[in-house]
């Protein structure tokens, strides 16, 4: 019923910047706290930033004052302003979202694909 689709990976060198987005589409309702998430080969996904619906923002420690997360309630969209890019931020980018769908009463937890996101010496 909904679909996330993340965008704006890409390579680039330590230091760099990319700004990644995420679309959600479908039956929406309403887009409740959205999240961005990493996962490099061989390990567990990691929280990166959250936003709630109300822009309540969290982020993990390691990219705290480099990364910034926002979102557009009209669009559906949240977005990811990664600033300082260090060659440990080389991930797959996810975003994560709960939606509730028009005519329910439950959220549903929706994943997009990722963004491949690879930061070079």
């Known amino acids: 019923q909904v679909q996330l689709v993340e965008s704006g990976g890409g390579l680039v060198q330590a230091g760099g910047s990319l700004r990644l987005s995420c679309a959600a589409s479908g039956n929406i309702f309403r887009v409740n706290t959205m999240v961005w998430y990493r996962q490099a080969p061989g390990k567990q996904r990691e929280l990166v930033a959250r936003i709630a619906s109300d822009g309540t923002t969290n982020y993990a420690d390691s990219v705290k004052c480099r990364f910034t997360i926002s979102r557009d309630n009209a669009k559906n969209m949240a977005y990811l302003l990664m600033n300082s890019l260090k060659p440990e931020d080389t991930d797959v980018y996810y975003c994560?979202?709960?939606?509730?769908?028009?005519?329910?009463?439950?959220?549903?937890?929706?994943w997009g694909q990722g963004t491949q996101v690879n930061v070079s010496p």
């Open positions: 994560n979202a709960g939606v509730v769908p028009i005519l329910r009463d439950f959220v549903l937890e929706s």
